[in-house]
């Protein structure tokens, strides 16, 4: 990775830990939202090896349009095209309803760019994994198992793109299982 590089991803993180300031994650603490994609970019360079600068940095952009007031076209002033493309990529439409959004995410997986994909992959891998670490506060055991199956399904569109992060998914998947059906009476 070159030094503009660098500089680059130290750059969406100021702009995405500013754009986050006043959002919390739904676990029992509360911790900071910055706290999800700097895990998402974290697991696509450590786990998934991913090097290059245009998907780290739209991973730690990815929510930023869809859960701030941050466009498209802002992303694109600052950041550039191929960053902001990646980030729309992975954003929902969110005048439609949940439900809808969720089947596009399954429908649609497989026609994103691969940049799109190991995005997409590495969120799934920090949402199932949270939901296992640091469950959503009210959450019962049937509304994760619903979750971490729907997780799987766009995971399974996905296949192909990043083996490493495609098996910590599986062995992730299978943690949660286990920890879903030792709860089974929550
Ligand atoms: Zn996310």
């Not at 696509?44 to 991913?50: D, F, Q, T």
């Not at 005048?95 to 940049?115: C, E, F, V, Y």
Request: proline share 3%; aromatic share 4%.
């Amino acid at each position: 990775m070159t030094h503009d590089e660098l500089t680059l991803i130290m750059q969406t993180l100021h702009f995405a830990a500013d754009r986050h300031r006043d959002q919390r994650r739904k676990d029992r603490q509360a911790s900071p939202y910055i706290n999800h994609p700097i895990a998402v970019a974290e697991v696509l360079s450590a786990i998934g090896g991913v090097q290059d600068a245009v998907t780290i940095a739209a991973g730690i952009l990815h929510d930023t349009i869809e859960d701030t007031e941050t466009t498209a076209a802002e992303i694109e002033a600052r950041f550039g095209h191929e960053i902001s493309e990646v980030v729309e990529e992975v954003t929902d439409d969110k005048t439609l309803s949940p439900d809808l959004r969720k089947q596009l995410q399954i429908d649609q997986a497989h026609l994103k760019s691969g940049r799109a994909r190991l995005v997409k992959l590495a969120d799934k891998i920090c949402n199932v994994r949270d939901i296992v670490e640091y469950p959503p506060d009210g959450w019962s055991a049937e509304r994760k198992r619903r979750y971490i199956a729907w997780a799987s399904a766009v995971v399974d569109r996905i296949r192909g793109i990043n083996k490493p992060m495609e098996e910590y998914f599986d062995t992730l998947h299978d943690r949660a299982q286990a920890h879903l059906s030792l709860n089974a009476s929550e």
